[in-house]
Protein backbone atom coordinates (compact mmCIF):
# COMPACT_ATOMS: atom_id res chain seq x y z
CA UNK A 1 0.00 0.00 0.00
CA UNK A 2 1.26 3.49 -1.09
CA UNK A 3 1.39 6.22 1.36
CA UNK A 4 1.45 9.98 1.09
CA UNK A 5 5.21 11.20 0.48
CA UNK A 6 6.47 8.57 -0.28
CA UNK A 7 8.47 8.41 -3.44
CA UNK A 8 9.09 5.64 -5.96
CA UNK A 9 11.54 4.79 -8.55
CA UNK A 10 11.19 2.87 -12.00
CA UNK A 11 14.34 0.85 -12.67
CA UNK A 12 13.62 0.71 -16.02
CA UNK A 13 13.21 4.14 -17.43
CA UNK A 14 13.78 6.15 -14.32
CA UNK A 15 10.68 8.01 -13.98
CA UNK A 16 10.14 8.74 -9.95
CA UNK A 17 6.77 9.86 -8.39
CA UNK A 18 5.76 11.17 -5.00
CA UNK A 19 2.66 9.86 -3.77
CA UNK A 20 -0.06 12.60 -2.97
CA UNK A 21 -2.83 10.49 -1.61
CA UNK A 22 -2.07 6.70 -0.14
CA UNK A 23 -4.21 3.88 -1.83
CA UNK A 24 -4.29 0.08 -2.02
CA UNK A 25 -2.75 -0.35 -5.86
CA UNK A 26 0.90 -1.20 -6.24
CA UNK A 27 2.57 1.62 -8.35
CA UNK A 28 3.68 0.03 -12.08
CA UNK A 29 5.92 1.42 -14.91
CA UNK A 30 6.57 -0.17 -18.05
CA UNK A 31 5.11 -3.31 -16.80
CA UNK A 32 6.89 -3.49 -13.45
CA UNK A 33 6.75 -2.41 -9.93
CA UNK A 34 8.25 0.99 -9.14
CA UNK A 35 10.56 0.62 -6.28
CA UNK A 36 9.87 2.19 -2.73
CA UNK A 37 12.76 4.79 -1.87
CA UNK A 38 14.25 4.46 1.31
CA UNK A 39 14.64 7.88 2.96
CA UNK A 40 18.63 8.30 4.03
CA UNK A 41 19.25 10.43 7.35
CA UNK A 42 22.80 9.20 8.31
CA UNK A 43 25.47 10.13 5.99
CA UNK A 44 29.06 8.25 6.16
CA UNK A 45 29.93 8.68 2.29
CA UNK A 46 32.68 11.28 1.27
CA UNK A 47 29.72 12.85 -0.76
CA UNK A 48 27.42 14.51 1.90
CA UNK A 49 23.67 14.08 1.42
CA UNK A 50 21.49 14.68 4.60
CA UNK A 51 20.12 18.62 3.14
CA UNK A 52 20.61 21.20 5.90
CA UNK A 53 18.15 23.18 6.69
CA UNK A 54 19.38 27.18 7.38
CA UNK A 55 16.48 29.73 9.30
CA UNK A 56 16.84 32.81 7.22
CA UNK A 57 14.83 36.36 7.44
CA UNK A 58 12.80 35.45 4.08
CA UNK A 59 11.90 31.77 4.49
CA UNK A 60 14.41 28.80 4.68
CA UNK A 61 17.61 27.51 2.51
CA UNK A 62 18.26 24.18 2.23
CA UNK A 63 22.11 23.15 1.50
CA UNK A 64 22.72 19.68 0.12
CA UNK A 65 24.83 18.18 3.02
CA UNK A 66 27.77 19.96 5.16
CA UNK A 67 30.05 19.97 2.40
CA UNK A 68 28.58 21.00 -1.17
CA UNK A 69 27.94 17.61 -3.30
CA UNK A 70 28.87 17.50 -6.29
CA UNK A 71 26.53 18.45 -9.54
CA UNK A 72 28.34 17.06 -12.21
CA UNK A 73 26.77 15.14 -15.44
CA UNK A 74 26.64 11.65 -14.17
CA UNK A 75 26.29 12.30 -10.36
CA UNK A 76 24.06 15.50 -9.38
CA UNK A 77 20.86 16.40 -6.94
CA UNK A 78 18.19 16.00 -9.02
CA UNK A 79 15.39 18.02 -6.66
CA UNK A 80 15.11 19.08 -3.31
CA UNK A 81 12.04 19.60 -1.47
CA UNK A 82 10.95 21.05 1.45
CA UNK A 83 8.27 20.05 3.90
CA UNK A 84 7.04 23.59 6.09
CA UNK A 85 3.86 22.77 7.70
CA UNK A 86 2.46 19.71 5.15
CA UNK A 87 3.04 22.11 2.58
CA UNK A 88 5.46 20.69 -0.07
CA UNK A 89 7.84 23.27 -1.77
CA UNK A 90 9.79 21.63 -4.69
CA UNK A 91 12.95 23.46 -6.42
CA UNK A 92 14.65 21.26 -9.56
CA UNK A 93 18.19 20.85 -10.29
CA UNK A 94 20.46 20.14 -13.15
CA UNK A 95 24.11 19.72 -13.30
CA UNK A 96 26.13 22.68 -12.64
CA UNK A 97 24.16 24.42 -10.78
CA UNK A 98 24.77 24.91 -7.02
CA UNK A 99 23.11 22.18 -4.61
CA UNK A 100 20.92 24.40 -2.57
CA UNK A 101 17.15 25.70 -2.98
CA UNK A 102 15.95 29.04 -1.08
CA UNK A 103 12.11 28.67 0.15
CA UNK A 104 10.42 31.76 0.98
CA UNK A 105 7.51 30.83 2.75
CA UNK A 106 7.05 31.12 7.35
CA UNK A 107 6.13 28.00 8.89
CA UNK A 108 6.75 26.56 12.59
CA UNK A 109 7.53 23.15 11.50
CA UNK A 110 9.61 22.13 8.41
CA UNK A 111 11.80 19.31 7.19
CA UNK A 112 13.85 18.72 3.86
CA UNK A 113 14.41 16.08 1.25
CA UNK A 114 16.69 15.63 -1.89
CA UNK A 115 17.18 12.88 -4.70
CA UNK A 116 20.43 12.32 -5.76
CA UNK A 117 20.63 10.57 -9.26
CA UNK A 118 22.97 7.98 -8.12
CA UNK A 119 22.43 7.60 -4.08
CA UNK A 120 18.63 7.89 -3.60
CA UNK A 121 16.47 10.02 -0.99
CA UNK A 122 17.69 11.83 2.11
CA UNK A 123 16.18 13.71 4.71
CA UNK A 124 17.16 16.20 7.38
Known sequence: ???????????VCGNIV??????????????????LQKEGVVDAAKEKHVPVV????????????????PMEE???IQWIELVADDI?????????DAPEA???????NVYAREYCNLHGLWKG
Open 1 to 11: MAERRQVYKCD
Open 18 to 35: EVLWGGQGELVCCGQPMV
Open 102 to 108: TFCVQAQ
Open 54 to 69: EKTADGYKVKVGSVAH
Open 74 to 76: KHY
Open 88 to 96: SYFHFLKPG
